[in-house]
Structures are given as structure tokens and as C-alpha cells.
């Protein structure tokens, strides 16, 4: 039996002739943190409203593991009616989803979200990034078991972002959540699986870790005292090494054929080269670079 | 905090009651006042033209009242439910709601009911005004009549608030809400003009206030009650299902 919360086939949305999602297959493992990542335009936010119920695919099938009073979803750009205070906004979402939850609930959620101070105003003074607070307090409220996340960090400034984020890495061992970004080191930091989706199409999904693994460069950063000019000379010379430059810090960086072949040769090649080696290490491949790699 | 809460909520910090109730409560207090002194008034504009004004009877007082509560009041009622009723007119907060409730119907009815009273109890104010000053200045006024008029005048707000609600299921914007309903409801009082539709039209009940003082039967309403009742419901039906349709 399969342990996926939310599993997709052929999943396919057109909207007149554009083609906004093409067999879009996800799939999200139970208690998995599923970062959607994708340039503008790419059916992030498309594929969330399908899996929300807002929009209906024109092909293909949505199977969502839990109840429906079980999912919470939470807009890029959440909106509330003015009039409305943050308490009672996110005391609406708690009494239409989960009316047994007690109300003290609803103070808990505007606090672990920084809106304690606020929950008797109004919103419609809020800025953008209270009002992304308070969408995700009005998420979390009814104890949801899939959270489904569009963009929740995009208003927000850097202090209220790493809030949001450890924030989700809390909610993330309490659930599954899938969560959309365009802030890529936020999707790395938070999560464990990933899918990459450009003009509708889902170009790569699984594990972070493998998606790095995989698009690992053959490239190493070597620290040394100087001078550093003979050393990248003669590292130039190895007919192993595709490219050698010098970056600030006493820094170079060696790009070589492989990995293996990095790994075999770089050591000796420093050597024979008379170089005074403090540290070196394999090139980290980040999501960033991968993602415009895949992306470009 | 409960979505018929949150309706009230909207009618009162919004102070949207206000511009309701003052519509009506204008008209109720203006229409009896004009009505009674409506030959001094002529008089004493002058210009030499003899007018002749009959003498009022109290169903003009009320007529009066009618006459401008239907246009004016009518309107503002219109405008006021059509910016509750557009679910989807903020559609990041239509997705809030709709993410959460159990369906449209879940949305659309407290919006429509208390936007339905809101307006009936509007008009019950106005019309209560116009029946104190008509019966101080004029004359009095049969209350069996007022109290069935009254009666008619909310079955046909809250008809034209369904017409209301259904049309919003067409439009996502407020403002085209407005002009489809009020388009709309302009255009359904002609089906009166065929003689056999004439007693079944919603419409009729728009004047009955001032023809039940006149002394028109109660029962010449009945069937045009049940039909606006039937047309509401199917209304709110129709407008349900053509929002669940509908990405937000």
C-alpha cells in the first residue's frame, strides 16, 4: 500500500492554449517536507490550488491520504477582509474546520506566528508580511495533517523569514507539508524532498539529497598560503584538470574531468606543485546552481 | 467568530445599515410630509399656473413612501448584497473560505439572509415611519393592510436579493453584479404586462404596500408570493452551484 499523502497521475491543466501543468506526476511521502520549486510561470501555484480542491485538473487524478478537513492550504498572498480582527480570522478558520479544537487554540497559533501583540486589530492595517503571518496561523489552527504552502516566506523580510521557517521545520515533524518557493536556500534548508517543475512539466522530484548528489560538480576548492600564481600554472599543466582559477580568500578552485579523477590526482598534483595546502574540499553543489542548471 | 456573525459583522463596520436604513427611513419620514402639504408647496413656487391637488386620502401618504422605496431603497439594497454576495471578488479570501467550508451553500446562505433582513428590516422602519406621519398628518390606516403590505415588500426584497445572488454566480466583480441584477430586475416587471402573468409576477408585489390601504384583497398577492418565494430558492440553489463550478 502505497505511504504517499498526495499522489498525482497524469495530471494535466489548460487554461485556453496555454498549457499550465503536462502529466504532472508528484508524489509526497508521509511526514515528508515537499519543497515545489520552478521559475515564475512554471504551475507551482496551479498545481497547489488542483491539490487544494480550488481548481480542477482537465486531466488526470488527484488521490489525497487524508481527510479533507485535514489539509490546510495557504495562499501566496493572503487576503482577509479589513473589518476583521487577526483573532478573529484565524477563530473563523478554526470554527469552520476544526470547531472542536478550543478557542485557546487560536491565541496559540497568532503567538507561535509573532502576531500576539496584534490579535485585537484589525486587519486591514496589516503589511504584507503580517498578512502572510496571519494566513499561516489561520493554517495551523486546525491541526492540519497536510499542510499545503504557496510561497509562505515571499513577503516576508529576512528576520520573519528564518521565524516562518523554523516555524515550518516544527509543523514539518508534526505533518506532511508541501510547500512552494522561489527562495531556493529556503526549500534547502527545510526540506527533505524536492520537484523541480518548469512550464508545467515536473523536470526532477525525489530526495534533496540525491538531487544534489547528482548534479554534483567535479570541482574542488583548495586553500593555500601563497604564491598561488605557480600552483594554478601547474595545475593547468595536468591533463586531468578542465579548469583552474584563482578566487579571493587564497582560494582556488580546480574543476577537473571527474570526480574520480579529481579525487585520485588532486593531492599529488599540489605536491608537484610545491603548494603550501591549508584545506581542500569538494565543491558543495547547492540547490541554486542546480535548479538553473535544470531550469536554463 | 461564525460566518453569520461575520455577515453582521460586515453590515455593521462597514456601516453599510446606515446607508439602508437612512434610505428608507428617508422616505418613510419625506413621503407623508410631501403628500400632506403638497398644495402649499405648489402654492408657494409660485408662477401664476393653477395646480389642482386633490385632497390626499391616507394611501397616498403611504403610496408615496412605496413609490421612492422601490427605486431608491431597492437600489441600495442591490448594491450593498451584491458586494456580500460576490464570493469571488477577493479571490485570495474566497480561497480562505473556500478551503475551509464544507461548500458554497455554506458561504452564500448567511450572506444572503442577513442581507435579506437587513434590507426587510429597512424597509419595515420606513414603512412604520411613513404609517406614523400619515396617519399624524392625513389620516389613519388599516393595519391588517400595512402589516400584509410590509409582508409583500420583504418577499420581493429578498427575491431581488436571489436575483442577486444568482447573478454573482455569472460575474465574479460586485460592480458587474449591480448592473446584471439591476438590468434584471428592471426587465422582469415587463412579463406583467401579459395579462395571464400579471398575478404570479414577482413584481407585483413591489407596489402591494400602497394598494392593500387602497383596499386591494390580501389574496390578490398570494400567488405572486408563492412565486417569488419558489424563484428565491431557486435562485440561491442556481447561484450555489454555478459558484461551486467556478475556480475561485
Not at chain 1, 504517499?4 to 501543468?21: D, H, P, Q, S
Not at chain 2, 410630509?33 to 398644495?39: D, S
Request: aromatic share 6%.
Amino acid at each position: 500500500m502505497s505511504t504517499n499523502v498526495v499522489e498525482t497521475a497524469g495530471l494535466r491543466k489548460v487554461y485556453g492554449k496555454t498549457i499550465a501543468l503536462d502529466g504532472v506526476e508528484v508524489h509526497v511521502g508521509a511526514g515528508s517536507v515537499y519543497g515545489l520549486v520552478g521559475p515564475n510561470g512554471a504551475g507551482k501555484t496551479t498545481l497547489l490550488g488542483i491539490l487544494a480542491g480550488l481548481r480542477k485538473p482537465t486531466e488526470g487524478s488527484v488521490h489525497i491520504g487524508v481527510a479533507r478537513e485535514q489539509v490546510a492550504v495557504m495562499a501566496d498572498t493572503p487576503q482577509f477582509e479589513p473589518w476583521l480582527t487577526a483573532h478573529e480570522v484565524v477563530d473563523l478558520a478554526r470554527r469552520l474546520v476544526a470547531p472542536s479544537i478550543p478557542p485557546s487554540e487560536v491565541g496559540d497559533a497568532l503567538g507561535q506566528t509573532g502576531l500576539a501583540d496584534v490579535a485585537g486589530r484589525r486587519v486591514g492595517g496589516f503589511s504584507r508580511g503580517m498578512l502572510q503571518r496571519l494566513g499561516l496561523a489561520a493554517t495551523i489552527v486546525s491541526r492540519p495533517s497536510l499542510l499545503l504552502l504557496d510561497e509562505p516566506c515571499g513577503a516576508l523580510d529576512p528576520a520573519g523569514r528564518k521565524d516562518v521557517l523554523d516555524l515550518v521545520t516544527r509543523l514539518g515533524r508534526r505533518g506532511t507539508m508541501l510547500f512552494s518557493s522561489h527562495i531556493l536556500s529556503d526549500v534547502q534548508r527545510v526540506c527533505d524532498t524536492v520537484g523541480v517543475l518548469r512550464g508545467g512539466k515536473l523536470l526532477f522530484q525525489g530526495a534533496l539529497d540525491l538531487l544534489l548528489t547528482d548534479h554534483v560538480r567535479p570541482a574542488f576548492l583548495v586553500r593555500l598560503r601563497p604564491p598561488l600564481d605557480p600552483v594554478v600554472a601547474a595545475l593547468r599543466a595536468e591533463p586531468w584538470v578542465r579548469e583552474a582559477e584563482m578566487l579571493s580568500g587564497g582560494e582556488i578552485r580546480v574543476e577537473a574531468r571527474s570526480v574520480a579523477e579529481g579525487e585520485r590526482e588532486l593531492a599529488g598534483a599540489l605536491a608537484r606543485a610545491g603548494a603550501l595546502v591549508m584545506s581542500f574540499e569538494p565543491e558543495a553543489a547547492d540547490l541554486e546552481a542546480v535548479f538553473l542548471e535544470m531550469t536554463s | 467568530m461564525t460566518l453569520w456573525r461575520m455577515e453582521w459583522a460586515r453590515l455593521f463596520r462597514t456601516r453599510r445599515w446606515i446607508g439602508l436604513l437612512a434610505g428608507y427611513l428617508f422616505f418613510g419620514l419625506l413621503g407623508p410630509v410631501i403628500t400632506r402639504y403638497q398644495k402649499e408647496i405648489f402654492k408657494s413656487l409660485g408662477g401664476g399656473i393653477k395646480v389642482i391637488v386633490p385632497t390626499p386620502i391616507p394611501a397616498d401618504g403611504i403610496d408615496s413612501y412605496v413609490k421612492n422605496a422601490s427605486q431608491i431603497g431597492l437600489l441600495v439594497a442591490v448594491v450593498i448584497a451584491a458586494g456580500a454576495l460576490a464570493l469571488d471578488s477577493k479571490p485570495e479570501w474566497s480561497a480562505f473560505l473556500r478551503t475551509r467550508a464544507r461548500g458554497v451553500s455554506q458561504l452564500l446562505w448567511p450572506r444572503f439572509a442577513a442581507n435579506a433582513v437587513a434590507a426587510s428590516t429597512a424597509f419595515l422602519a420606513g414603512a412604520l415611519a411613513a404609517w406614523y406621519e400619515t396617519s399624524l398628518l392625513i389620516g389613519g390606516v388599516p393595519a391588517f393592510a400595512m402589516i400584509a403590505g410590509i409582508l409583500c415588500g420583504a418577499v420581493y426584497l429578498a427575491f431581488a436579493l436571489g436575483v442577486v445572488a444568482l447573478v454573482t454566480g455569472l460575474t465574479r466583480s460586485a460592480i458587474g453584479a449591480i448592473g446584471l441584477s439591476l438590468v434584471a430586475l428592471l426587465f422582469l416587471p415587463l412579463l406583467g404586462v401579459l395579462p395571464a402573468l400579471e398575478p404570479w409576477v414577482p413584481s407585483k408585489l413591489v407596489g402591494a404596500l400602497g394598494e392593500l390601504v387602497r383596499g386591494a384583497p390580501a389574496s390578490d398577492y398570494v400567488r405572486a408570493i408563492a412565486v417569488s418565494v419558489a424563484l428565491t430558492a431557486a435562485a440561491l440553489s442556481g447561484a450555489s452551484q454555478l459558484a461551486s463550478r467556478r475556480e475561485p
